[in-house]
């Protein structure tokens, strides 16, 4: 990366991070092509998809506030520099530019956090428990040869209602 675009990256960051969140809601189709990227579906193995990743994602984010800030921030950040590198927004990029700008959104310190982040998320779709919204008909379990503890956690004694 030579030092014009390093400064550009570094300068829109902190623009992004600065700015207040939009009042739209949060870009779930974006955040699912992004997790469906990160971790794609093959022929022997679930993906984003098949996990619903994106619903886990949904019930961390509705308990945490400051997490979604977070999450939201970094979803608008990674569409702006879209538009401002390739002209579009994630959701219209080819795998090859949406590997390209995820590579360039990691040069961030930011980006990268964000970007461990999604990977945790998806990481926790794939091993939580179904009650909490991801690993469904318990597929990353299955997928993994993995035998859940018992006893299992019952709807009313998911963590956040403790």
Do not use: C
Request: avoid cysteine; charged fraction near 25%.
């Amino acid at each position: 990366m030579n030092r014009r675009n390093f400064l550009i990256l570094t300068s829109s960051t902190m623009a992004a991070i600065s700015m207040p969140l939009a009042s739209s809601p949060l870009h779930w189709e974006t955040l699912a092509a992004v997790q469906t990227h990160l971790f794609p579906s093959d022929v022997d193995s679930p993906g984003a998809k098949e996990i619903n990743a994106t619903g886990y994602l949904h019930f961390v984010l509705t308990n945490d506030p400051l997490e979604r800030e977070f999450i939201e921030k970094g979803i608008i950040y990674l569409d702006k520099i879209g538009k401002y590198t390739a002209g579009k927004p994630f959701l219209d990029l080819s795998h090859k530019e949406r590997e390209q700008l995820l590579r360039r959104f990691e040069m961030g310190t930011n980006g990268k956090r964000w970007i461990r982040k999604m990977l945790q998320y998806i990481l926790e779709a794939l091993l939580t428990d179904p009650i909490y919204g991801g690993n469904p008909k318990e597929i990353g379990w299955k997928w993994l040869e993995h035998q859940a503890g018992f006893p299992r956690p019952p709807i009313n004694k998911r963590y956040h209602l403790l």
